[in-house]
């Protein structure tokens, strides 16, 4: 297969996200929230588990703790006992409870609209930064997960895509650098969309994707180059 020029590559991406945008015209966060503090526990809640199992103990949790002060002063066992059926919840609860206790004392209570102050918080890193901004505050951001860093693999939008261990600020940064800024946030969760929905980690549905023409992964599993992701 020829090598694919960079113009030729950012071409084949923006034909390819006008599929997805007709594919998930819609996208949404699959988390369940009201407020920016409730997406900002709920993100945190997801590492390790799936959104939908987030959805099933955050009601409960946010009845009983329905702000940053009411989480600092519950008692870890009460937080614990919650968050249970998502697993690593000492960890988890630990982080919950530091992060809250800092947004009580040095935010007021008030969740940060930027990147630089959200990453202060405990427990809080670049992807669920991103997941905040983008979907509480409408702030351009691009959360890279496991579903974005192999679709954009197997896509070869990203020029590390041999990788075995990607950096996902680096894939931020490349991704991003090819589209708007107000496009980032619904790209990712298209990307998380295809994902879930196709581009399975095991098994992907090649034979149902609308993008497996164009597919450099597609192609792979057709037997015309080397696969990798």
Request: aromatic share 8%.
């Amino acid at each position: 297969m020829p090598r694919e020029s960079r113009g030729a590559r950012i071409g084949r991406m923006h034909d390819e996200y006008a599929i997805l945008c007709s594919m998930f015209p819609a996208p949404r966060c699959a988390l369940d929230f009201t407020t920016p503090f409730e997406l900002l526990v709920a993100t945190m809640l997801s590492a390790q588990t799936t959104d939908r199992r987030v959805n099933t103990v955050t009601p409960l949790l946010f009845s009983r703790f329905p702000s940053a002060q009411d989480l600092w002063r519950a008692k870890p066992e009460d937080v614990e006992d919650i968050i249970h059926p998502l697993g690593f919840y000492h960890t988890k609860a630990r982080n919950l409870q530091a992060m809250a206790g800092i947004m009580t004392t040095r935010f007021h209570g008030v969740v940060p609209d930027s990147m630089a102050d959200l990453t202060s918080l405990p427990g809080v890193g670049r992807k669920t930064a991103n997941v905040v901004l983008g979907n509480a505050f409408g702030i351009p951001g691009f959360p890279v997960d496991t579903h974005v860093t192999r679709v954009t693999g197997r896509l070869r939008w990203r020029t590390d895509w041999k990788s075995a261990s990607p950096d996902p600020v680096s894939i931020e940064k490349e991704i991003t650098e090819v589209f708007p800024p107000e496009e980032w946030t619904n790209l990712s969760h298209r990307l998380i969309l295809l994902g879930r929905e196709l581009c399975h980690a095991r098994t992907p549905s090649c034979g149902e994707c609308p993008l497996a023409s164009t597919c450099p992964y597609a192609a792979a599993t057709r037997g015309k180059i080397p696969a990798r992701a």
